[in-house]
């Protein structure tokens, strides 16, 4: 009889099973128009997330407040399954008036939390989903001025529910001296 309980081949077992599984991860990113998340979102994934979005003209610009607008992919690589979910938020910071502009942001995490939760607490927890936000990036202007006060207030609103990732768009256009500053 063996002395050994099995415990030793636990991580095994739990990674095929993830792998046989999937994961699931969603991605939030955040930031003014025209910074380029779409185009980083799609490169980061070699897939075209955005294909049949409208682009909003000047007038709906101009009423236009903060949406969330989710996009799901399934990516395959090697055998393993990705479920890959990206939040974007358009109209976020475009307005004269930014006053609360991360509300709606901060009611779907927490509404997302809520969810995970309660199915969580359930009693058929087999097929939940993960809509949780894992991730945030949040788009920085390269204008060279530093970070914004919109900037600096949604982090700090965020940052306890989320992990948060710095992206200073466009980053590759900017000068050697703008870099430096």
Known sequence: MSSEVGFAELPRQVHKR???RGFEFTLMVVGESGLGK???VNSLFMTDLYADRELPNANERVEQTVQLETSTVDIEE????????VVDTPGFGDAIDNFDCWESIIDYVDMQFDHYLRDESGLNRRNILDNRVHCCLYFVSPSGHGLKPIDIEFMKRLHNKVNIIPVVAKADMLSADELSA
């Open 78 to 85: 090697k055998g393993v399954r990705l479920r890959l979910t």
């Open 18 to 20: 993830a792998q046989k």
């Open 38 to 40: 779409s185009t980083l």
